[in-house]
């Protein structure tokens, strides 16, 4: 089988060297970092840290070159996700499209470009080093199930865990993904905006009392929005929180979006609070906190073009 | 009539030059920058700007040497109040003391240490410059009122405001001066920690939908605690927020709370956003948004420690 990583950063580097240790699956990967291209096509593409390992893949900058492909594995950041698949559809004509992304609404944007969706969420993480070099963080649980009004066969979803977890990034299949997506989706709304307008670390964020407050009400204004989607949270977005801020887990640990802030960078703001909304308008719940707390990373978004 | 300033900052340095241009006021004025103390002594006290004048006062970083005055108007910083009222309020045991200042609160400190307080809400601001120089930006009004819990004698507050209207600061004095001053607080807590929170300046908050709103409900909650408390204002604080993001009035305007946070100095948040919230929570009347701000500003702050 053949699989195609849209967008190598750190998360699409994972999976695409892991799968290249597969002696049954040959691995492409479309990315637009030229020197990040050509040092996997000339040295293959390291990950260290987590796990050692080097892949053989063939990487491009330009999707005409892609090959029919039977998966892809989209990897890239939210506000990239339509022009990614626009670009890439071509070679999943008959394949099965999987997003790892962050926040929600991804799956939405390839199924306007492809047939056959996966609904998926990832947890390992990293970050890309050099080009073709990638520090893997964090090993973690990827679960992954039929995106459901643009659903891949059961057979493709099952194939594809079981390729990713032979690989080496242990992967579930479900019949729901929506419950591991949305209980991650709540913790990183309700936490990163708050780490990237505050300028704190996790776990300060987590032992301010008002600072925990707003993250719970955040957290509520979530849930509420998934419950009245009939999703089913696998475990409580704030244990999640609570944990993370212990000294041996993530108390030190800057928000990715507070890392973006900090370099002034474009934020998935949209697909993290902004998409809770979105989905809140649609069943009429209202999100007055995170529609407040979106607007203010916009606001600090739009100041730097001031 | 003696009159003494208790902070002689930007505000402080405006009443204290324009009551020395009378003759039958006598000036001094406490203030902890001695270089500022120095140069007012030496050679006077200098307004430019929307007026250029030169008052002779005296001046002192040691409350130890101040007179007994009739008068007191405390301009620093909230913050500072309690500090400055406790070092001061030897001088005025037979005086009553009208704060100027930002925010709520600094009449209940007031009267921790003094019998008469009076309640004040001023609007002309301007910077120092340097030692001795204030630049006066904006000329504007300033009402004040007997402090209820603890007030003034009508009589001295109709003297005071007559003292300053003759001097150059125009001041009416009211029954009850609570409107002003909440229609400024609610202004300054709506849109102040909205432009520290994002970087944009006062006409780009109120230009962009999403913070608009925000802004809103900030205000809103803010009417909510001044009618809970009986306190009719004497205007809207929403035609406020509109006017001053014309371009010819204070679009550019960067709020004093963002100026603060480029600095990295505390802010007056405790006595806007803060303030609301506490006497919210004396009517029982919810403050969500104003909680929120007032953390997410208190967490930048922390970070700066951090």
């Known amino acids: 089988m053949r699989v195609t990583i849209v967008g190598c950063g750190a998360v699409g580097s994972l999976f695409a060297a892991n799968l290249a240790q597969l002696d049954d699956v040959e691995v492409w990967a479309f990315d637009l970092d030229r020197e990040h291209v050509a040092a996997i096509n000339e040295h293959g593409l390291r990950l260290s840290g987590a796990g050692e390992i080097v892949g053989k893949l063939s990487a491009t900058t330009d999707a005409a070159e892609l090959p029919p492909s039977d998966f892809g594995i989209v990897a890239t950041k939210c506000m990239h996700t339509a022009a990614a698949i626009e670009a890439t559809a071509g070679a999943f ?3 099965s499209v999987c997003s790892v992304q962050n926040g929600v609404g991804n799956e939405e944007a390839l199924a306007q470009h492809v047939e056959r969706v996966i609904r998926g969420t990832t947890f390992p993480a990293g970050r890309v080093v050099e080009p073709g070099h990638v520090q893997w963080d964090v090993k973690g649980d990827t679960t992954i199930g ?101 000294p041996d887990v993530a108390y030190d640990h800057k928000a990715s979006m507070l890392q973006d802030v900090e370099a002034r960078r474009p934020t998935e703001i949209d697909y993290l609070n902004g998409g809770i909304a979105r989905f809140g308008r649609e069943q009429s719940v209202p999100t007055p906190m995170n529609d407040a707390v979106t607007a203010l990373i916009k606001g600090l978004e739009a100041s730097w073009r001031q």
Chains 1, 2 share one sequence.
């Open 146 to 246: 039929p995106f459901e009004p643009s659903p891949a066969p059961t057979a493709d979803v099952e194939q594809l865990a079981d390729a990713c977890t032979r690989g080496g990034m242990p992967t579930q299949a479900v019949a729901d993904a929506r419950g591991p997506q949305w209980r991650k989706l709540i913790f990183n709304a309700a936490t990163n905006p708050i780490g990237a307008l505050t300028g704190l670390t996790h776990g300060r964020v987590v032992e301010d009392a008002g600072l925990r407050r707003l993250v719970s009400q955040l957290v509520d204004e979530g849930k509420a929005v998934a419950a009245a989607q009939g999703i089913e949270l696998d475990a409580d977005p704030e244990e999640l929180i609570d944990h993370a801020a212990r």
């Open 93 to 95: 004509a008959n394949g």
